[in-house]
């Protein structure tokens, strides 16, 4: 599972751990293309983020000569949905595209930990 990124049908997530932050912390652009592995958040390497912890802006963010940006705003490349987020436990009272509660920094961590070993 771990040697799969980027994730989800569209390839729209660069790393596991951005695959279990809610939607709106997910990197909203990366770049393709390079054979460079980020072993700790699991997946492709992706911009820094910002002092708070947001990702770097799309308009942002430029690849090496030979990667490509991948742009999650752009049609199709939505990395929306699939989302743990909120403080809602009962899964018929989530929203549409949300798989379950916001998950702490300790969780993701743990869970991209047991990942590793899938």
């Known amino acids: 599972m771990w040697a799969t990124a980027p994730y989800l049908h569209n390839g729209s997530v660069p790393t596991l ?3 279990l932050r809610p939607q709106d912390e997910r990197p909203r652009a990366f770049c393709v ?7 700790v958040n699991v997946g492709l ?9 947001n990702p770097t802006p799309a308009a942002a963010v430029t690849c090496a000569s030979g990667l490509t940006k991948f742009d ?10 699939h989302s743990f987020q909120g403080t809602e436990t009962d899964k018929s009272k989530l929203p549409a595209g ?12 743990a869970l991209v ?5 899938l």
């Open 17 to 19: 751990l951005d695959l």
């Open 33 to 39: 293309g390079s054979r460079q592995f980020d072993p």
């Open 45 to 53: 390497p992706t911009p820094a983020r910002d002092q708070s912890g």
């Open 72 to 81: 999650a705003r752009e049609l199709g490349n939505s990395n929306l949905g």
């Open 98 to 109: 949300v798989l379950g509660r916001a998950l702490t920094p300790d969780e993701r961590a």
């Open 113 to 117: 930990e047991y990942l590793k070993t």
